[in-house]
């Protein structure tokens, strides 16, 4: 049996056509039985069922559908058939068969999902236009930011980077949250390129950093302060800093998350974290072998341990215990409030009580 991520083979098609795509025309249009299907791509027929239901429920969107009757009609025609040594190649095919190849989508990917992220664009896609354009809402009229090949639209519809929010005459589109990990595999891609090109160290793996959501943090320290670089996605701090309050303010302000990572920074120089593997300091070391005295350097600095200690003591208990979960030991709300037994939707409300607390013990010591 072929692996679970082997590709279902309908015919010579460009590498980015979902895999869901390739087994609805290998079924509905190729008529091809279920378990053959799922037998090449590895996978259960009832797996294969389930990616066939879903395109043929979005074949209600005009650009899914299109692309789709272009592909069965290439099929119909044999230009999909199996790949063999004799097969044509992309510039040969057909017209109604054309499609845009792997570097095409790639490099329009970057300009267009770029101009998709600012606020309030859309990707607007009229009836019988051979082209679409990014748009952004004003207060009068949409202004136009980009315009794209609609093929190139139709792979962003078919691969899930844009979804319809407003059918009609002008459809409407908006990125999705797959379109926004897209982008940043993409522009990671073109960064790790150019360090092995420099024979710099290696970078961070694409799917790596399509989670990480990079920032400057600013830590207080002798020299006036320290910028850092850090990941906001890792801590729950930077979910919660992007969420707005009734005011429509963040509902952390940029204080209290400074303060909630300068606690994880000194917990981190600390190395107050648990032990989770076999503990190999001096082991070739005479005498009291694997031992560890309280003033190790193995325990971290002692003066970052007192500096946790002294926040954690002004916080009290309860409010130590949320911010040393939740900035510390990375725990999302959820799980902190079950591990506490406190009620649902309650703990982010106490963690802004225990940072405004802690940014207030920051500001005394340095007042």
Known sequence: MSSPSATVPV???????????RVYLAHAVQGRPL????????CAPSTILRQVRRVEQRREDPLV???????????????????????????????????????????????????????DAFLAVGQGMPQAAVLRENADTPTRTATVPKAVAQAFVLKDWVSCYKAGRITRYRITDAGRAALKRLLSDGLARKVEARGMAESPSPFLTQHMEMG????????GGD??????????????????????????????????????????RAQMGPRVGQNWERFLTAGDRGQMGAGSPC???EDARQRVSEALRALGPGLADVVLRVCCFLEGLET????????????????R????????HYAALHG
């Open 227 to 268: 910028v850092l670089r850090v990941n906001l996605a890792e801590s729950p701090l930077g979910a919660l800093a992007r969420k707005k309050d009734r005011d429509g303010k963040p509902f952390l302000s940029m204080p209290l998350v400074i303060a909630g990572e300068r606690l994880r920074e000194d917990f981190e």
């Open 353 to 360: 009580i225990a940072l405004q607390r802690l940014d207030a």
């Open 11 to 21: 015919g010579h098609l460009p590498s980015w056509i979902p895999q869901s795509a």
């Open 216 to 223: 400057e943090r600013v830590i207080p320290g002798m020299n």
């Open 65 to 119: 559908d299109d692309i789709i009757e272009r592909l069965g009609e290439a099929a119909d025609q044999g230009t999909l058939s199996t790949p063999s040594k004799d097969v044509q190649p992309m510039s040969a095919m057909p017209q109604s068969s054309t499609l845009i190849d792997d570097d095409t989508l790639n490099r329009e990917a970057k300009r267009i999902l770029r101009r998709l992220c600012e606020g």
């Open 336 to 351: 902190a409030e079950k591990r506490m037994g406190w009620a649902a939707r309650s703990g982010k409300i106490v963690l």
């Open 299 to 301: 325990n971290g600095p």
């Open 35 to 42: 378990r053959k299907v799922a037998h090449e791509a590895g």
